[in-house]
């Protein structure tokens, strides 16, 4: 088991900015990926950014040149700074760790969610 638990979340106004943070614990030795994902009232979860072990990330496109996801090994954290924010960044971000089964099946870890409202 993984546990996660985001914190950082709160009100900021367009065009400041946030950093998430995500603390892991449990099985970690097991996790291949993490990463963020939002939720915004009314629409689908989404997939903000992504890290591998190997460091590699991904963006979603909307997020591209304004957030930076990264991670502290040795802190079992997994952070997200926020840029440039924008009112449609408001949602609920939720960390995810992600474990590759023998099955090849995709295990998912979630956090509780922290929500990041911009206001105009």
């Known amino acids: 088991q993984v546990q996660l638990v985001e914190s950082g979340g709160g009100l900021v106004q367009a065009g400041g900015s946030l950093r998430l943070s995500c603390a892991a614990s449990?099985?970690?030795?097991?996790?291949?990926?993490m990463g963020w994902y939002r939720q915004a009232p009314g629409k689908q979860r989404e997939l903000v950014a992504s890290?591998?072990?190997?460091?590699?990330?991904n963006y979603a496109d909307s997020v591209k040149g304004r957030f930076t996801i990264s991670r502290d090994n040795a802190k079992n954290t997994l952070y997200l700074q926020m840029n440039s924010l924008k009112p449609e960044d408001t949602a609920v971000y939720y960390c995810?760790?992600?474990?590759?089964?023998?099955?090849?099946?995709?295990?998912?870890?979630w956090g509780q969610g922290t929500q990041v409202t911009v206001s105009s």
């Open positions: 449990g099985s970690i030795f097991s996790i291949n990926r």
């Open positions: 890290i591998a072990n190997s460091y590699s990330t």
């Open positions: 995810n760790a992600r474990r590759l089964q023998s099955d090849y099946a995709w295990l998912d870890y």
